[in-house]
C-alpha cells in the first residue's frame, strides 16, 4: 500500500513538474509536492486505523478549493451528479437559496416563493447551525444542499437564529416537495391614479424574459405609466435570462462583461438594437440579498440611466463558475474563473477581503435601509398576499391553503428551542406591564405596515411623471 501510494504521489510531482513555471517557482512547487508526498506516507503508514486512500485525496482536493472561495468546489460523483440534477429546474427539497457568509457560516439568501421553507417561516438571512441535529460548522455548499435536499414528503429540520433574535436558535421542522419555482409572483398597479404597475420577480430563469414581457403587455393594457420591478431576495438565476430582461428596456450598449484571467473567460453582453418596450419611468428595488442575475440587471439598469436603483446595497455575487471535468468525466471541479462587470466597469462581487468601502454590488440611488424587524414584517406581507392568492378554490379562511385568519399571519413552523416546545421569535408573549400599558411589541403590531422602499420608488415615479407632464404642457 505505502509504495503504490507514493507511485501516485510521484506521479503528481511528475506532472506537476512538467506543467509548472520554471525557475525558481519550480523548485519551490517541488518542494511543496514533496510534503504533500509525506503527508499522505505519514498517514497510510501511522493512522490509527486503515485509511480509504480514495476519500484521503478526495478530502484534500476539497480543502484546496475551500481556501478559495465560497462557489468554489470539488465535485465528487454524488456531487456531480447532484449538481447535473440541479440544472434541469425541478427537484425534491425545501426551497431555500444558501451561502456560506464572511465568517463561513451556513446562511439563507431567501427562502423561494411558495415552497416548504417559505411557508414554514424560514427569513432571509437565517443562519443555519444544525440540518437535522448535525452542525454545519465546516460543512461545504454542496453537502449542506445534498442534506437539505430529499424525497418528496420526507422532513428535514433546521435549527436557525433569525436576525431579529440572533441568541434564540429555533428548530424548524420542513416537509420537501417537488420544487418548482415561478419567476413571476406578484403583478399589479400600486397606485390606481397615477398608473404606476409593480412587478416582483424571485428568480431568473430560461422563461423569464418572456413571462416578463407578457405581464408587461397586460400592464400596459391596464394604462400603465411607471414600474417598479422588485427584485428584492431574488439570489439570481441564468446569465442568459439576465441579459434577455435587460434587452426589453434598454436598446443598445452593453449589458454586463466577465474578466478573468485568460482570454477565454472575457465575454461582452450587449443589448440588440431593436425598439424597446415604452421608456416609462421606472425603479428597481434591491437588498442585500438581491444577487447574481439580481445584480447584473440593476447594474445595467444604473449605468444606462433607465432606473433608479432604491433599496440597500446588494450581496455582491459576481463571480462566473466554470465545471471542468475529472477523471473521465466520473468527477469535476466546480473553479471560479471570472468576474461580471457592470457595463461602466464596476465590479458586482465582493471578494473575500473585501471592505464596506471597497467596490462591490449595487448601491442604490435612493437607500432605504430596511431593519431586521421590518423585514419579518416584509416577509409576513408576501407570505399572507401568497396564501390568499393560492387559497384552493372553495377553500374556507381557516382551511390549510386558505386565508390566515385575522391576527394569524401565515402558517407557524414548529419551532423548538433547545430541545423543548416554547414559542417562537414571531410569538413573544405580548401581556401588559404592571402599569397596564402594552409593551413595545404589542403596540408595533398595532401599527400597519409600510414598504417603504416600495413608497420611496413611487414617490420617485410620481416626480418623474408629474416633471413630464409639465414639460409637455409647455
Given amino acids: 500500500m505505502k509504495m503504490r501510494t507514493i507511485s501516485i504521489i510521484a506521479a503528481v510531482v511528475l506532472v506537476g513538474l ?14 511543496r509536492y514533496e510534503m504533500l508526498t509525506t503527508v499522505v506516507d ?41 449538481l447535473e440534477i440541479d440544472t434541469k429546474g425541478e427537484f425534491g427539497g425545501v426551497g431555500i437559496e444558501i451561502t456560506l457568509d464572511e465568517h463561513k457560516v451556513l446562511s439563507v439568501i431567501t427562502p423561494l416563493e411558495g415552497t ?17 441535529g448535525k452542525n454545519t460548522e465546516g460543512m461545504t455548499l454542496l453537502d449542506a444542499v445534498q442534506k437539505l435536499r430529499g424525497r418528496k414528503g420526507t422532513s428535514v429540520t433546521i435549527t436557525v437564529t433569525h436576525e431579529t433574535e440572533p441568541r434564540k436558535p429555533v428548530d424548524i421542522a420542513i416537509v420537501r416537495d417537488i420544487i418548482k419555482i415561478k419567476s413571476i409572483v406578484d403583478s399589479r398597479m400600486v397606485d390606481d391614479k397615477a398608473k404606476i404597475a409593480y412587478v416582483r420577480m424571485t428568480q431568473f430563469q430560461e422563461k423569464t424574459a418572456g413571462e416578463l414581457e407578457e405581464t408587461l403587455q397586460s400592464l400596459k393594457a391596464q394604462g400603465m405609466h411607471g414600474l417598479i420591478l422588485d427584485l428584492r431576495f431574488n439570489p439570481g438565476g441564468l446569465l442568459k435570462s439576465a441579459v434577455d430582461v435587460c434587452d426589453l428596456f434598454i436598446n443598445s450598449g452593453v449589458i454586463v462583461s466577465t474578466k478573468g484571467r485568460n482570454d477565454v473567460t472575457r465575454e461582452v453582453y450587449s443589448a440588440h438594437e431593436k425598439p424597446v418596450l415604452e421608456t416609462y419611468p421606472m425603479a428597481v428595488l434591491v437588498s442585500g440579498q438581491s444577487a447574481s442575475a439580481s445584480e447584473i440587471v440593476a447594474g445595467a439598469m444604473q449605468d444606462h440611466k433607465r432606473a433608479v436603483i432604491v433599496g440597500s446595497r446588494s ?38 477581503d473585501a471592505t464596506e468601502k471597497d467596490d462591490w454590488g449595487i448601491y442604490p440611488d435612493i437607500e432605504i435601509k430596511t431593519p431586521p424587524k ?63 400599558n402594552a409593551p413595545p411589541a404589542a403596540k408595533e403590531a398595532e401599527e400597519p405596515f409600510v414598504d417603504k422602499p416600495l413608497e420611496a420608488a413611487k414617490i420617485f415615479i410620481r416626480g418623474q411623471l408629474f416633471t413630464s407632464e409639465k414639460a409637455a404642457a409647455k
Fill in 18 to 31: 512538467l506543467v509548472g513555471p520554471a525557475g525558481a517557482k519550480r523548485d519551490d512547487l517541488y518542494e
Fill in 42 to 82: 505519514k498517514i497510510m503508514e501511522n493512522y490509527v486505523t486503515d485509511v480509504d486512500r480514495q476519500k484521503l485525496f478526495y478530502g484534500a482536493y476539497e480543502g484546496m478549493l475551500q481556501t478559495l472561495d465560497p462557489y468554489s468546489q470539488f465535485l465528487p460523483p454524488t456531487n456531480k451528479e447532484d
Fill in 116 to 132: 416548504p421553507a417559505f411557508k414554514a417561516g424560514v427569513q432571509a438571512g437565517d443562519k443555519i447551525w444544525k440540518i437535522d
Fill in 315 to 352: 450581496f455582491g455575487k459576481g463571480s462566473v463558475q466554470t465545471v471542468i471535468p475529472l477523471e473521465n468525466g466520473k468527477s469535476a471541479m466546480r473553479l471560479t474563473t471570472a468576474y461580471y462587470y457592470t457595463p461602466s466597469g464596476r465590479l458586482i462581487h465582493r471578494k473575500p
Fill in 374 to 436: 421590518e423585514i419579518v414584517k416584509l416577509w409576513k406581507e408576501w407570505r399572507d398576499r401568497h396564501l390568499r392568492e393560492n387559497r384552493p378554490e372553495g377553500a374556507a379562511p381557516d382551511e390549510p391553503g386558505g386565508e390566515p385568519k385575522p391576527d394569524e399571519g401565515a402558517a407557524k413552523p414548529e419551532v423548538k428551542e433547545n430541545g423543548n416546545d416554547e414559542i417562537g421569535a414571531d410569538e413573544i408573549d405580548a401581556g401588559d406591564d404592571a402599569a397596564g
